[in-house]
C-alpha cells in the first residue's frame, strides 16, 4: 500500500493563481481531512469528509474548496491565491467510526504564493 | 483555555538520556491521548495511544495521569532518531475523528 500520496510536492504561485492539491489514499478509508500548517505551529483542519460526496468545513476553510468525488481522492482547490496561503498542505486519512481512530498522513505540500 | 498545553522547549538532551515530556488537558471527560511525532518537514505519525492503563513501546512509556489532568511521555536511551516534535493530541470531540495539532515540544538528542 501507498497509503496518502500528495501531489505536488513543491509549489510556487502568484498572487491570484489557482490551483489544486491532490491527495489519494488506497487504504479504503472512509474520512479524509486536509490540514496546513504555518512554521512554528500546528496544523489546522481546513475541510473534511466522511465519505464520497460528503464534506464539511473545518476550522480555517476560507480560501479553500473541496470535493470527493470517489472513497480514494480529496482534492484541495485554492482559487485566489493570496500570501496567506503560504503553508505546508497535508492531507490525511482515517478508517472512522472508532473513538481511537489513528489519521494517517500524506507527505505534505509545500505552498509559497508570491 | 487551550484544550491542551506542552511545552514548546527545545529540549536539548544527550544520546543516552532519559528525557520526559509533560501536557496538561482542560477537559477532565477525556479518557484517552495520543502522542504523535513529527519530523522537521515531514508528516506527523501516530507514536502510541494512550488510556489511563498506560501504555509502553520499547523505550517509549506514555502516562495518564486523569487526576492531576496530564500526559506524560517518557523517552529512555535516548537516539538521534529521536530528534522530533511530539505532539500531544486529545481524543476527538463533535465526531468524525477531528482532532486537534497544537505545536507539540521539540527534542533535540545531541551526540
Known amino acids: 500500500n501507498a497509503g496518502v500520496t500528495q501531489t505536488p510536492k513543491f509549489r510556487i504561485l502568484k498572487i491570484g493563481q489557482s490551483m489544486t492539491l491532490q491527495c489519494t489514499q488506497d487504504?479504503?478509508?472512509?474520512?479524509m481531512y486536509w490540514y496546513r500548517q504555518d512554521p512554528g505551529m500546528g496544523l489546522k483542519l481546513i475541510y473534511y469528509?466522511?465519505?464520497?460526496?460528503?464534506?464539511d468545513k473545518g476550522e480555517v476553510p476560507n480560501g479553500y474548496n473541496v470535493s470527493r468525488s470517489t472513497t480514494e481522492d480529496f482534492p484541495l482547490r485554492l482559487e485566489l491565491a493570496a500570501p496567506s496561503q503560504t503553508s505546508v498542505y497535508f492531507c490525511?486519512?482515517?478508517?472512522?467510526?472508532?473513538?481511537?481512530?489513528?489519521?494517517?498522513f500524506g507527505p505534505g505540500t509545500r505552498l509559497t504564493v508570491l | 483555555r487551550k484544550e491542551v498545553e506542552q511545552d514548546p522547549g527545545p529540549f536539548n538532551v544527550p544520546e543516552g538520556a532519559t528525557v520526559a515530556f509533560n501536557c496538561t488537558y482542560s477537559?477532565?471527560?477525556?479518557?484517552?491521548f495520543f502522542w504523535y511525532r513529527q519530523d522537521c518537514r515531514k508528516e506527523p505519525k501516530l507514536l502510541m495511544s494512550?488510556?489511563?492503563s498506560g501504555n509502553e513501546d520499547g523505550r517509549f512509556t506514555a502516562q495518564l495521569n486523569r487526576a492531576s489532568q496530564y500526559i506524560s511521555l517518557l523517552i529512555r536511551d535516548s537516539k538521534l532518531s529521536d530528534s522530533a516534535t511530539y505532539l500531544c493530541?486529545?481524543?476527538?470531540?463533535?465526531?468524525?475523528?477531528?482532532?486537534?495539532f497544537g505545536a507539540g515540544t521539540r527534542l533535540a538528542v545531541h551526540p
Open positions: 494512550v488510556y489511563s
Open positions: 493530541v486529545p481524543p476527538p470531540r463533535g465526531g468524525y475523528n477531528k482532532l486537534i
Open positions: 477537559n477532565s471527560a477525556s479518557q484517552s
Open positions: 469528509s466522511v465519505g464520497a460526496g460528503i464534506t
Open positions: 487504504m479504503n478509508h472512509n474520512y
Open positions: 490525511a486519512s482515517s478508517h472512522g467510526g472508532a473513538y481511537t481512530d489513528t489519521q494517517y
